[in-house]
């Protein structure tokens, strides 16, 4: 063996080792709050009072890890939630409660990134799953906590966002309301005050008057709306069906007799 | 003796005869406060129902959908509360989502005296009216972001879920009622488009009626109700009506101009002093078959 490669390799383990120490440290202050906060989601060891501390002495609100907790959360995990909640409860200690909207829209804004890169929010399907991902946040929105404002509007962003999509559906779909995905989301949202409006076409407003007995409306509304020619081409019309409807029960009657 | 056999039927007399008296002072109203005329002006009628509220005599109350806690519907909720008042005008006030009474709920953002009735915002419907407890109504443009609400410093920006929740949290604490219409004209502007697409719903024709609220050639506080009964789209109805306020009403500001329903749901009433209904200024249905009802009543 040669004398010098000893040296060499011993040289070359420091100076990995040295790369190695250095990469870790100078890359340890970015690394350690998005660790803590990604082990704070996956495990119960770390608390959230270490990860409040630390943000606290650091006082770097502006390295608030938005996007991992965004990407980490499931809406409708309700434990992660609860968890998030202890969060945001803290932080509010540490600035006034607009950390609180900043989170949220930080939380909204990224969310909405998530979602609209990876699926298409105009599809029925998709909606219908992001409204069940939804329907897990509601029970939070009830809580009697000091925080509750801020999932009723993680929440009422979410629900909005799916009313506003399915409304462009059915105003660029014409039939996709009647079907059951649409009634399906339709429904939920309504069984959160969130009513979709789509809008009616004439013929849906006549049909809806029918199913209600309301003749009289219908006939005034067609006295108000129509002019006089249609009026008069109506008559035309009604007057000769009926003529060919007598005629026809009065051959009926005369064959009879005969 | 013959004077005491009929002193029980005499004192009943009386008591009847005063009991009526009152019964029918209670139905009587300021008829200087109100002013109904019908103008035609560049050919084009309109019946207008000018309702002065420099005194608070007048006060609005609008009622949005069916009490969630005792299920009383629309016009029974009316019924019960117009009971010892004097209800000038009732009629339609926003959208709805279907013409079905059972099934239909006010498009948009709507609060009933506190309670939920729809927590969507409507985007297509610019105007946020809030009717307070006073009974006056304010609207607000709902782009413009910058709702003030007591004990809130900041500006609400209704768009944004984090201060609309305030907002409706605001509200239910508040007893507050609020819903959304076409704003029409704002801050003496007209505050509309014209119908670019022949097939949306901008395009269709219809008679019109619409409620304001500004100043008067005497710089006094008024509400204004519109019918414009010939067939016009909402554009030509509103520039229409805003040019007859300004140039034949001469108003000295308009503060709102809001549409008033009157597609599914063209209900109307005016009420004369002594509590009968006006027959030549009425909507198309009774008010028994009213989805939402907005109100004008004298104190």
Redesign the interface.
């Given at each position: 063996m040669k004398k010098w490669i000893i040296p060499v390799i011993i040289t070359l383990l420091t100076v990995i080792a040295i790369g190695v120490f250095l990469s870790y440290y100078l890359h340890r202050n970015d690394q350690n709050d998005y660790r803590q906060v990604q082990r704070f989601y996956n495990s119960s060891t770390i608390s959230a009072d270490s990860i409040v501390q630390k943000i606290r002495n650091k006082n770097s609100y502006e390295n608030f890890p938005y996007r991992l907790i965004a990407e980490n959360i499931s809406l409708s995990n309700i434990e992660k939630q609860q968890e998030l909640l202890k969060y945001v409860q803290y932080s509010d200690s540490l600035i006034d409660n607009n950390f609180?909207?900043l989170i949220?829209?930080a939380l909204?804004d990224t969310l909405k990134k998530v979602y609209e890169q990876s699926i298409d929010l105009n599809d029925l399907n998709t909606l219908l799953s992001l409204t069940n991902e939804v329907s897990g946040l509601y029970p939070m929105t009830l809580a009697n906590q000091k925080n509750k404002?801020f999932y009723?509007?993680?929440f009422?962003?979410w629900?909005?966002r799916i009313?506003?999509n399915l409304e462009h559906i059915a105003q660029s779909h014409y039939w996709s309301k009647y079907t059951f995905e649409y009634k399906y989301i339709s429904t939920v949202?309504?069984q959160?005050?969130?009513?979709?409006?789509?809008?009616?076409s004439?013929a849906?407003?006549v049909l809806?008057?029918f199913?209600?007995n309301?003749y009289s409306?219908l006939f005034?509304?067609f006295v108000?709306?129509t002019t006089l020619l249609q009026k008069t081409i109506l008559f035309i019309i009604l007057t000769f069906v009926t003529s060919c409807v007598l005629f026809t029960i009065y051959t009926l009657l005369k064959s009879g007799k005969s | 003796m013959t004077f005491q056999r009929y002193l029980p039927s005499l004192t009943a007399l009386l008591i009847f005869l005063i009991s009526t008296a009152f019964i029918k002072g209670v139905e009587e109203y300021d008829e200087d406060l109100i002013e109904v005329t019908t103008a035609v002006f560049k050919s084009e009628k309109f019946h207008v129902v000018v309702l002065k509220r420099q005194n608070q005599r007048i006060s609005a109350k609008y009622f949005a959908a069916t009490d969630p806690y005792n299920n009383k519907t629309v016009p029974e909720r009316f019924q019960l509360w117009k009971k010892g008042k004097n209800i000038i005008a009732v009629s339609s006030g926003t959208y709805m989502t279907t013409c079905s009474p059972q099934t239909a709920k006010p498009a948009g953002l709507c609060i009933d005296n506190g309670v939920i009735v729809n927590n969507s915002i409507d985007s297509r419907l610019g105007g946020l009216i809030i009717v307070n407890q006073k009974g006056d109504i304010k609207a607000t443009k709902i782009s413009d972001g910058n709702l003030s609400i007591p004990g809130n410093n900041k500006a609400i920006d209704i768009k944004n879920s984090f201060d609309r929740n305030t907002f409706i949290n605001w509200a239910k604490n508040n007893d507050a009622t609020v819903f959304q219409s076409h704003l029409l004209a704002y801050d003496d502007l007209l505050n509309i488009s014209p119908c670019n697409n022949t097939q949306q719903s901008c395009a269709k024709k219809a008679s019109r009626r619409f409620l304001i609220a500004g100043t008067d050639e005497n710089n006094e506080r008024i509400n204004v109700i519109i019918h414009s009964p010939s067939e016009t789209t909402l554009y030509d109805g509103a520039v229409k009506v805003f040019r007859f306020l300004k140039e034949y009403k001469e108003m000295k500001s308009i503060h709102f101009m809001i549409n008033l329903d009157t597609g599914c749901q063209d209900v109307f009433n005016l009420y004369y002093t002594d509590g009968s209904k006006a027959n030549n200024l009425k909507g198309t249905l009774h008010e028994n078959d009213a989805v939402n009802l907005l109100v004008f009543h004298y104190e």
């Open positions: 609180q909207e949220f829209i909204s404002i009723q509007a993680l009422d962003y629900l909005q009313i506003q949202c309504e959160y005050n969130y009513n979709p409006s789509t809008g009616l004439s849906e407003k809806d008057n199913a209600d309301r409306y005034n509304r108000l709306q | -």
